[in-house]
């Protein structure tokens, strides 16, 4: 768990460190206060990346060419000293992770750490937005368990690019069979490992059903690459001069109590299955780790009702929670002497 954090020239905060209960703790403050980038310097320190950046830079306070990041992170009831420096070199920026002061590779020190599980208002996009969305959150979910899915989706999808370069060439059907021949074969390699994963994530989310008395569930709509459906979809390949079969068509469809929720959802049933695909991300760490990931919620109460609220606070009361929220009557939502409030 995170129990303390000082950020320097992070994003608008010049100077200022920050105390963390071990369960919730509440981060109140008026628009535009800086409560979201605190909640991204909590992420950064875990990650190693922000959570809405295009560029790094963006992550140092404006003008200011160094960034300094440091927590103190308990584990086994012993404190541990995280910190990133990040500095502007040739438009560049470059960064250092230390453990204890020491510094560590950055694949050292994000193997150490716990993970985050985010839930930001943005994420209503994963169900309301395209299917590419859809497939960014589950590549995303999947890579931090898995790295051999990283690496295969890195590859699946360098292969793709090629193979549609080949598609778009104008070469004459019997050189161009040719030339795909062994794309396909490597796409269907790296794709079957990619559905495969994907299935199997899906099957777990569908064996945790509930958010309080609601239960959601998903639907895999797979495209799956194989030799025959290459060979079937080849003419019309050739015509559209791109891949069209293969897991980056793959679509996901999910339902509460049966009811399909992208189109027919109210925007809290959209709200609340993104925290069901949340409350799934911290189960399936949970299982894999055996450690508890720290959950991050930013602002996400504005559009729920008090019931809806309570469920949310009631179901992540075990784990070390950090909200943002402009409303003070969050605050007594919970009324756990442990709680802490940061008023911005
Ligand atoms: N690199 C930076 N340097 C300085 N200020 C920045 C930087 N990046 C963002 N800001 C500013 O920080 C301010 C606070 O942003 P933040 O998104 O954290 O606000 P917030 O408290 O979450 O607001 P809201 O309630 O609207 O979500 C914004 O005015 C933003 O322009
Ligand atoms: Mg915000």
Redesign the pocket.
Known sequence: MIKKLFLENF??FEKQSFDFSPYLTIIV??????????LEGIYFIVNGVGFREVFEE?????GKKETMIEAIMIENNEPFSYQIKASLFNDRIEKKFFINKTEKKKSQYLNILTKTVLFSPEQINIVIGSPSLRRNYFNKTISIFDLEYKNKLNNYNVALRKRNKILESRLLIEKLKEELAFWNDYLIKQGEYLTEKRQSYIDFLNQNREVDSKSFSIEYLKNQITKERLEENFNQEVRLRKTIIGPQKDDFQISISGENIHHFGSRSEQRLSIFWLKLNEIRYFESQYQKKPIILLD?IFSELDRDNQKIIVNLVKEYQTIV?T?ELRLVNLSNNSTNHTID?
């Open positions: 994003r608008n403050g008026k628009n535009s206060q800086g409560k979201t980038n605190l963006e992550l140092l306070l404006f602002d943002t402009t911005l």
